[in-house]
Nanobody
Framework: QVQLVESGGGLVQAGGSLRLSCVASGRTVNPYAMGWFRQAPGKEREFVAGVRWDGASTDYPDSMRDRFTISRDNAKNAVYLQIDSLKVGDTAVYYC?????????????????????WGQGTQVTVSS
């Protein structure tokens, strides 16, 4: 069992930056891929970024590659998401997730169904 707790969300003006954090407990995150997703009202959960278990590889949708940066610190059992040049369209609940079904997986999964545990989410609201 893994518990994930996100933090760092809030209300920010367009053009600003935020750094989201996700800390895990119950199991070390070291061997597992982790990811960030977001969900806006009335929309499906959307893949934002993924990071391989060792941090050596990251993955982003093309639309997010320029402004989103995922990183992890296995010693702190944490994963982070830096968001720069925030836009009103970035408004959503942001979730972190971990894939525990595979150890030392070389991929960074994109589909929500490929993740096994989720945090409760942190709200990001961008004002114009």
């Amino acid at each position: 069992q893994v518990q994930l707790v996100e933090s760092g969300g809030g209300l920010v003006q367009a053009g600003g930056s935020l750094r989201l954090s996700c800390v895990a407990s119950g199991r070390t995150v070291n061997p597992y891929a982790m990811g960030w997703f977001r969900q806006a009202p009335g929309k499906e959960r959307e893949f934002v970024a993924g990071v391989r278990w060792d941090g050596a590889s990251t993955d982003y949708p093309d639309s997010m590659r320029d402004r989103f940066t995922i990183s992890r610190d296995n010693a702190k059992n944490a994963v982070y998401l830096q968001i720069d040049s925030l836009k009103v369209g970035d408004t959503a609940v942001y979730y972190c997730a971990i894939q525990t079904r595979y150890l030392w997986h070389f991929g960074t999964p994109r589909a929500p169904r490929e993740y096994d545990y989720w945090g409760q989410g942190t709200q990001v609201t961008v004002s114009s």
